[in-house]
């Protein structure tokens, strides 16, 4: 009789989440990427980074879980982002998928379980075990600035071998420092406590940024540049914070920026910094090379905000990417915001970028270990 076990991830399981991320299409990471994603969260706490499904002892399924502090009214709030949920197609019969996010719904402790990233494919999965799409079309769009027009139509035509990687044009230098709308902007890879703390807001739900999940967020060790805080300053004060990473929606497509952060102090002069820094990171992306800019939950922006940053397309998912199950139905109010999400570990790194390590199953790519599983 076959016997399936569930339990928390380990570091001994990173090759073989590594061999099923590569059986599954998701984007290359090492197992010391995927070391990093997982068990260097600061805000992670006792929570398990995720769990793997065992059937008969083989690994069968993978489940991330990554753990965000927020406050609200004087209270933290605990909410746990469920993400790449891989699973063996040769143990199909395991139910892998389906036990895992009930495992992960079923985590006590966290005021919510959600997804804001999920594919087409896993998104009906989520409604079986109970979690409901609850954001509507705010959840599905996305704001998108077409800066290389050449570069995106040309990935319209099927690649012609393994040449055809669309990032030997790109420069993909990330240039920080500027200034506009007596606004300095400045890398803000070691701000201060104080700082950070301006960024939250009193009147509604607020992701506590701190220097230790920042530098964790710019720490991937498969990432060799390529992504890059700045801040809009005023006078010595952080008054709108933004993340801008390099990356690629698949290996014959044209490298491109996603914004994986973007707040402002909670005030008419903080909407304007964000606009502002917005306004900035387009130009960045544009002198970076880079085919397009995009940037999910732009409805949740103050008003005005993304005007200011120039012409940019409104694109929609034809699923539904982000379900909740909550214990507090209040949760159901939330609206999330770009930094939420599992954005900055979940996206192809351009090979240019990619910081391949040797000399051991630790630093090896997902390919070598695939080889070797």
């Not at 801040?231 to 497509?253: C, H, I, Q």
Request: hydrophobic share 40%.
């Amino acid at each position: 009789m076959s016997s399936t076990v569930i339990r928390p991830v380990t570091p001994a399981d990173l090759p073989g989440i590594v061999r099923l991320v590569g059986v599954c299409g998701f984007p290359d990471r090492s197992a010391a990427g995927w070391h990093w994603a997982l068990f260097d969260n600061p805000a992670q706490g006792d929570f398990p980074a995720g769990w793997v499904c065992e059937l008969d002892g083989r690994l069968a399924g993978f489940l991330g879980n990554f753990v965000n502090r927020y406050r609200f009214a004087g209270s933290d709030v605990v909410i746990a982002t469920g993400h790449t949920v891989v699973t063996d197609p040769a143990l199909a019969r395991s139910l892998a998928g389906l036990k895992l996010i009930r495992h992960g719904i079923s985590q006590p402790g966290v005021d919510a379980f959600v997804t804001l990233n999920n594919n087409a494919l896993s998104a009906p999965l989520l409604k079986r075990v109970g979690a409901v799409a609850w954001l509507g079309e705010a959840g599905r769009e996305w704001a998108e600035w077409i800066l290389d027009p050449v570069s995106v139509l040309r990935a319209l035509v099927p690649a012609r071998g393994e040449d055809e990687r669309f990032d030997a044009g790109a420069r993909l230098r990330l240039e920080a420092q500027g200034r506009g709308d007596a606004f300095d902007f400045l890398p803000c890879d070691t701000p201060s406590q104080s700082e950070l703390d301006g960024l939250e807001s009193t009147g509604a739900l607020s992701r506590r940024i701190t220097p230790q999940t920042l530098r964790h967020r710019l720490g991937d060790p498969d990432r060799a540049g390529g992504m890059v805080s700045v801040a809009a300053k005023r006078d010595g004060e952080v008054m709108a914070f933004a993340t801008l990473a390099v990356t690629k929606p698949s290996e014959t497509r044209p490298c491109h920026g996603e914004i994986v952060d973007l707040e402002g102090r909670d005030c008419a002069d903080g909407a304007r910094a964000q606009g502002a820094l917005l306004r900035h990171l387009v130009q960045m992306a544009r002198r970076a090379g880079l085919g397009r800019l995009r940037l999910h939950f732009p409805s949740h922006l103050p008003d005005g905000v993304l005007k200011t940053a120039g012409f940019h397309l409104r694109r929609t998912h034809g699923h539904d990417p982000c379900h909740i199950h909550t214990r507090n139905r209040w949760l159901l109010n939330w609206r999330p915001r770009p930094g939420d999400a599992d954005y900055f570990l979940a996206y192809r790194i351009p090979p240019s970028l990619f910081a391949h390590g040797s000399g051991g199953p630790d630093t090896a790519s997902p390919q070598d270990i695939a080889r070797t599983a």
